[in-house]
Structure formats: structure tokens, C-alpha cells
């Protein structure tokens, strides 16, 4: 609880606004504790302004395209629909406003000061912004991680994931880079606005791990949907031609022409311009906060939580560690969190989601285990006309009979997972899907009703 004798301005103050840090500051704050928060750039974080919501609303606006063909298989018939980007991107933008609005809202209605501007640490116990110190008995750090393009010729005209957002003209063409979630996403997002979209991946195969039989199916899938994929390549050197437009010399020699190269090739924490001179907090290898179970750094009153201390970078992972370390340092319950058994999916286009471990760690971790899987075209996309298709597996410790891998491409994947997930942390066995009763008809009635294991 709060330190009423407490000789620092607040007991607890906590360096960016994302989910991680608004979650420990409010929660903190509830349980009777001082609490300011800084923010340098927008309220919410990476998630609510150039991340998760953002993200979802395009690929929400890029799934009508397939939509609305489908629909003439179901007796709709309309004129050709067309797409205006400055219709979706200032919806867009008017949407994320009125969230920071929220979240700053929240935060006020919870007792927490906003205060607007970049901290950077005076000394252990105190932060600047602008021209103002504060101090503080605890800090966190929780500015998450920063987008960034290797350093190659050209790099100037490529865009990240945070401006990618916000161009001003949609782009006929586009190369994202990348093999990761992000990259697999947004190469989704515009081919399906229309885009004649190439992805590029330095790999054999991306979504590194991710299991593999889910990789090669949704591969095989997005190569469908009309997506250029090449692995085993990469990009030497962009440059701009007279009319605006973008060559990307390849590493073989090789070239490509487009009107926008999106990099998503990963993230690096944001801890520039932090002060960490005037502090003594470790770093991992890679750049990222070095913590204990309970988010402490080296600086025994200074820590860290979210995306930048290297875990998986996932909102709900850093909005548990902020309630986590509220309960710990301000109601006096140590809290760790759980890190197995998270489920995640990615938005790509058809959609995968999955929780536990792939078939490749559970062999690594069980040794004998039994598989289940079933690949299908869905009900929907059989009289759409949609040739698509969907992919179940579940993975079973064959000793125990407990479901330790989910996974699925198709339609609603993440949706479908997140219920299976409680199943899982609840320690269901193959025993109890097989005793559930299905909803039909659905797809996720599939996972209860797989019956032979595969040979």
C-alpha cells in the first residue's frame, strides 16, 4: 500500500501510456497508491494506435472484397463495388482519437496524472519532462518497441508499420519484407483492398515458430488468395524512380518494381532519449530490459514490463504483467504471471489461431505424443465459390491424454481459439473434447469430433 510519510512526489511513476503501463498505473492507483503516467506521443501505445486496433480494422475492410463475390454464390448480385483508402484511413483516424480520449479519460477517472511529454531519468528516483522533475519511490519503464528497416541503400524510402497507416495515396503495388506475424498481416490487408502485393522473406518458410504444419498450410493458402510470396530473398538496396514509383534491387540481382515497400523485419526496444546514463539497468543481449519474475530491474526501484523486457509481444501478456505487478508492489499479494499456455492468432488472411505448443516442441518436451488433425473447405465458401481452406490440429501428450497443442487456419481462427484455451488452461484431456457435445453446424465443432489420430 501507499507510503503516507512517502518523501517522493508519487509512488509510482510510469514512462509510457501503453497497455502494460496504463494497466499498472490504474490498478495502482486503486489500491491507494500516488501514481503519474508520461507519454511522449499517443495514449494507448503501439496496440490502440498503430498496432492491434488499427490493424484489425483493415483487415475488417480488406475481408469485403472476398465478401462480396461470395455473395453472388448466395443470389446477390449489385454493381462492381469500389474501394476509397481516404475513406477507411480517416475513419481510421477519427476512431483511434476518440480512443486516446478514452484511455486519457480512464486514467484521470482513476486518480492517475496524465503528464504529456518525454520522461528521461535524472536518477534512479527521479525523471524530468521538459523543463519539470518529479520524483517517485518506484518507476517503471513500459515505452515498448520501436519498428526498424535494416540499414541498406535506400532504407529512407521504405515505411514501417507506423506510417503505413497513413499513406496518402493507396498503392497499386506493394512489397512488405518480412516473415513474421506483422509482415503476413498486412500483406493480407492489401491484397484484399486490391493491391497486386509481392512479400519477400529471407527464410525457407515464415512464421518461424509457429508449427510447422501450420506454416506450410497457410502458405499454401495466402499463395492462393493471390499474394506473390518468395522466400530465400532479400532486398539490397530501394530506389525512387522519376515518376515516384520504387525499385527494389534483390540480393540475386534481380528487381522489382512497386509504388510502396513496407518493412515489418522486427522490433527493437524504444529506450533512446531515456536517460539511461543516469541509471544503473541491465540489458539483455538483444537490447531489451533484463527483469526478475516480478518486473524488477538491476535498479532494485526501477522496472520494466511489456513488449521491451523481450517476452511475446502481445497486448494481453503486458496488461497481466500490469496487473501482476500492482497486486505484487501495492496490495501486498506477490504475483507472477503465466507464461505458458498463451493463445495468439494472426489476422493473416485465412486467419490462424493457436495456444499451447507446436508439434515440434511437443515432441522436443513429451516425446510420444498422438496427433489429430482435418482439413476441410468450409460450408460457407462451397456455395461462395471461395476455394479456400481450413486446417485443424490438436497435439495430445499421449501419456496423460492432456491437450497440450491447438491450432487452426480459417475463418474466426482466434475467436475459435480463445475458447479452446480455457479448455487447455483448465487441463482438458482428448477424453473431455471427445465427450463435448458439438455445435453444428460450425467449424469449431471439427475440434470435437477428431477421432483417429494421425497415421
Known sequence: MKNENSEYDYDLFVIGAGSGGVRASRMSAAQGAKVAVAED???????????????????????????????????????????EWSTLRDNKVAEISRLNGIYEDMLGGAGVEVIHGRARFVDKHTVAVGDKQYTAEKIIISTGTWPYIPDIPGRELAKTSNEI?????????????????????????FNGLGSKTTQLYRGPLFLRGFDKDIREFVSKEIAESGIDLRFNTNIKAIEKQNDESLIAILEDGSKIETDAILYATGRKPHLQDLGFDNVDVELNENG????????????????????????????????????????????????????????????????????????????????????????????????????????????????????????????????IIQGMAIAMKAGATKATFDSTIGIHPTAAEEFVTMRSPRE
Open 288 to 415: 531489451t530490459i533484463k527483469v526478475d519474475d516480478y518486473f524488477q530491474s538491476s535498479e532494485p526501484n526501477i522496472y520494466a514490463l511489456g513488449d521491451l523486457t523481450g517476452g511475446m509481444e502481445l497486448t494481453p501478456v503486458a496488461l497481466a504483467e500490469g496487473m501482476a505487478f500492482a497486486q505484487t508492489y501495492f496490495n501486498d499479494n506477490p504475483t507472477t504471471v503465466d507464461y505458458n499456455t498463451i493463445p495468439t492468432a494472426v489476422f493473416c488472411q485465412p486467419n490462424i489461431g493457436t495456444c499451447g505448443l507446436s508439434e515440434e516442441q511437443a515432441r522436443d518436451s513429451f516425446g510420444d505424443i498422438t496427433v489429430y488433425e482435418s482439413s476441410f473447405r468450409a460450408m460457407k465458401h462451397t456455395i461462395g465459390g471461395r476455394q479456400e481452406r481450413s486446417y485443424m490440429k490438436l497435439i495430445v501428450d499421449t501419456a496423460t491424454d492432456r491437450v497440450i497443442g491447438i491450432h487452426m487456419v480459417g475463418d474466426d481462427a482466434g475467436e
Open 165 to 189: 497507416f497513413d499513406l496518402k495515396t493507396f498503392p497499386e503495388r506493394i512489397l512488405v519484407v518480412g516473415g513474421g506475424y506483422v509482415a503476413v498481416e498486412f500483406a493480407g490487408i
Open 41 to 83: 506521443r499517443y495514449m494507448g501505445g503501439t496496440c490502440v494506435n498503430v498496432g492491434c486496433v488499427p490493424k484489425k480494422l483493415y483487415v475488417y475492410a480488406s475481408q469485403f472484397s472476398n465478401a462480396f463475390k461470395d455473395s453472388q454464390g448466395f443470389g446477390w448480385s449489385a454493381a462492381k463495388p469500389t474501394f
